[in-house]
């Protein structure tokens, strides 16, 4: 099984149990975030973490195989349609260099690691309307000089 069709059964298997992200990733012991990205095929799971989601959603062991292959990160390269992930690209759009230059002011020459990161959806209640914060913590790794 690859990645695409694990992904379409363990959210179909989701919204049969009508589970949230939130109850997955409680029941196997880790972040709702991590927890979505493995089911959509962006990271993969231990072995012990693939079993558990797959007993959590009540789905086969062929599931659990491709849970656990490393996944090969790819998306489309087009300007994405839904509103939520445009937003997320305007935001880079419009700040990356802005933020760029800001962890670099006060880092040095580098990135922020994708690899050695996390990161946390909350919402914050407002009465102007709730909000949404998003905390992306990545390693910093300073580029090298030889």
Not at 62 to 83: G, M, S
Not at 119 to 134: C, N, Q, S, W
Request: proline share 5%; net charge negative.
């Amino acid at each position: 099984m690859d990645k695409l069709e694990m992904r379409h059964t363990l959210l179909a298997a989701k919204a049969r149990k009508k589970m949230s992200w939130d109850d997955i990733a409680s029941a196997v012991g880790m972040s709702p975030v991590w927890v979505a990205s493995a089911c959509y095929g962006m990271n993969s799971a231990s072995p012990d973490i693939a079993k558990k989601i797959c007993t959590t959603l009540d789905v086969d062991g062929d599931i659990a195989e491709a849970l656990v292959a490393f996944p090969t990160k790819v998306w489309d390269e087009a300007i994405p349609q839904d509103p939520f992930i445009y937003r997320l690209y305007e935001v880079v759009g419009v700040y990356g260099e802005t933020l760029k230059d800001v962890v670099q002011e006060q880092f040095g020459d580098g990135i922020m690691s994708a690899i050695d990161f996390t990161m946390e959806v909350d919402k914050v209640e407002d009465p102007k309307g709730d909000r949404v914060l998003l905390t992306l913590n990545g390693k910093f790794l300073p580029y090298k000089s030889w």
